[in-house]
């Protein structure tokens, strides 16, 4: 018997792995895609309910619910659940699902790494929950992480035993993130079907390409800066902390290094799904494709050396002040071209307005009043009364939510039929849209009044005056947040069945197809785009 028989024999005995080991041991990048995408569903719904806590704490003054320890645990960990475990999964899912087709690969470069990146996330929620229960469950537990996302010191310095589940939930956190990207690249530089050059890839390939670039830049400065904490809370070091000699200030500076290339790590995504569903459901081209990518390129640059406009307040020089004011009012540059390249797209194109090309609209318009406030927030006297108020928090929630999280929206409406094999529901889906982006505004608008006019954020109590913007806004919080159970009746309804998905579920995507709007001829005149161009 030959080996290639006995090795057929002992598989044709054990056969492949079937149920729960299909899923633990795959690594098919489509098993591990959807891997992703259901685990940021979950953390979707858990860092949504510390969201339902914080706005039904701020529903009036006055501390209702739990302790103001227990407050800051959730804004902190509705941050770190929401960044880490719901947007940056959802979009590695949609990478996973969706490169390795997209370049003509058979799968992803570094199959066994893929697996091993998707299951250090469950872990690194498991102790991201630890760290919520630790200092109720030990003796000596101390006091709740309650430092906010940024996790400064003195307060880190000082926080119990859930700081440190924390600082190890970001290291496995980081150390997934790293591998993802490491094995995207990879992917993307080495494994393109032959003809598919650099710029013929789509955007969705161009972004994450950029993305995984940025991650592998800046998560090392962060796995530093929470293991220099780590050692000046159990090894007698003095990093960051004054009495000893070392410096709180410092690191603010690693801290948003990292912090502010991870705000364009949720936003590129986004971006890619949008150079998908505009073209697909505006039925021409992307307009202006090569300075796309371009502008991806210098976002993601300029993105790496503005990290310090979080820090206007600390006291830093002059010099420096302007040279991060500056830096920071030039990223308005690549984001602006970004946004006209989608409406010029969208200029004259046969435009049907089904889920995704919503979502894409709503996008435009909402990420472009995000840019208004950033450049309000980017210039330094202006910055210094906006700083540490509500004002902030409503402007990052309209980056990040339309930004990043409706982008993702339109993907998983306009993938699911490729996904599952069977088309969502149309209706269901339009209301979720409508739902979600009324409910949204609701929430968000009122705290730019509310921090224009001096409330503090991360604080779980608040004076009068503010009690009817905030009752808007949670009132909003909890219909945005309810939203969501209708999205997930739509996916599971889709998973279960439903109208069999055709072979191009989208009239007029074969334009909105990778690699074959390249292939047109030359570009039909200009009134003509009606009609999709027919590919040879």
Do not use: C
Request: aromatic residues 16%; hydrophobic residues 55%; proline residues 7%.
């Amino acid at each position: 018997m030959s080996v290639a028989t006995t090795h057929d024999h002992h598989h044709d005995h054990h056969g492949p792995p079937r149920g729960w080991q299909r899923w633990v041991y795959s690594t098919n990048h489509k098993d591990i895609g959807t891997m992703y995408l259901f685990f940021a569903l979950f953390m979707l719904f858990f860092g949504g309910a510390m969201a339902m806590y914080i706005r039904a704490e701020l529903f009036m003054p006055g501390v209702q619910l739990a302790s103001p320890d227990f407050y800051n645990n959730m804004v902190t960990d509705h941050a770190l659940v929401m960044v880490f475990g719901m947007v940056m999964p959802a979009a590695a899912g949609m990478a996973n699902w969706m490169i390795p087709m997209m370049i003509g690969a058979p799968d992803m470069a570094l199959p066994r790494l893929n697996n091993l990146s998707f299951w250090l996330l469950p872990a690194a929620a498991i102790l991201l929950m630890l760290s919520i229960v630790a200092p109720y469950i030990f003796p000596d537990g101390g006091t709740p992480v309650n430092t906010g996302w940024t996790l400064l010191p003195p307060l880190s310095v000082q926080n119990g035993i859930g700081m440190d589940f924390t600082i190890f939930a970001i290291h496995t956190l980081g150390v997934s993130s790293i591998l993802a990207s490491i094995n995207i690249v990879t992917t993307i530089l080495n494994m393109r079907a032959p003809g598919m050059t650099m710029m013929k890839m789509p955007l969705f390939v161009w972004a994450w390409f950029f993305t995984a670039l940025l991650l592998i830049a800046v998560m090392p400065v962060l796995a530093g800066a929470v293991t220099m904490l780590l050692f000046d809370r159990h090894f007698g070091t003095s990093f960051f902390d004054a009495a000893g000699g070392g410096d709180p200030i410092l690191f603010q500076h690693l801290f948003w290094f990292f912090g502010h290339p991870e705000v364009y790590v949720l936003l590129l995504p986004s971006i890619g799904v949008l150079g998908l569903v505009i073209p697909t459901f505006a039925r021409k081209p992307l307009f202006g494709y090569k300075a796309l990518v371009y502008g991806m390129g210098v976002l993601a640059a300029l993105g790496m050396v503005v990290w310090a406009h979080h820090q206007y307040t600390i006291g830093m020089s002059l010099v420096a002040t302007n040279y991060f004011m500056i830096g920071t009012i030039l990223i308005s540059i690549p984001v602006g071209l970004m946004l006209m390249n989608f409406i010029f797209t969208m200029w004259r194109g046969s435009m049907t307005f089904e889920t995704p090309m919503l979502f894409g609209i709503a996008i435009i318009l909402m990420f472009s009043f995000a840019g208004v406030t950033g450049v309000m927030l980017a210039v330094v006297p202006a910055d210094m009364q906006y700083h540490d108020t509500m004002f902030v928090v409503a402007h990052f929630h309209y980056a990040l939510i339309p930004g990043a999280v409706f982008g993702l929206y339109a993907g998983v409406f306009y993938w699911l039929p490729k996904w599952t094999g069977h088309m969502y529901n149309e209706r269901l889906g339009q209301i979720f849209f409508w739902w979600t982006t009324i409910s949204f505004n609701l929430t968000f608008f009122p705290q730019h009044f509310s921090g224009l006019a001096g409330m503090p954020r991360r604080i779980v109590d608040y004076s009068i005056q503010y009690t009817e913007f905030n009752m808007i806004s949670s009132i909003g919080g909890f219909l945005f947040g309810l939203s969501h159970l209708l999205f997930l009746f739509i996916i599971i309804q889709t998973i279960r069945g439903g109208a069999k998905a055709p072979a191009k579920p989208w009239e007029g995507s074969q334009i909105g197809t990778p690699g074959l709007e390249w292939t047109l001829p030359s570009p039909p005149p200009f009134h003509s785009f009606t009609e999709a161009p027919v590919i040879k």
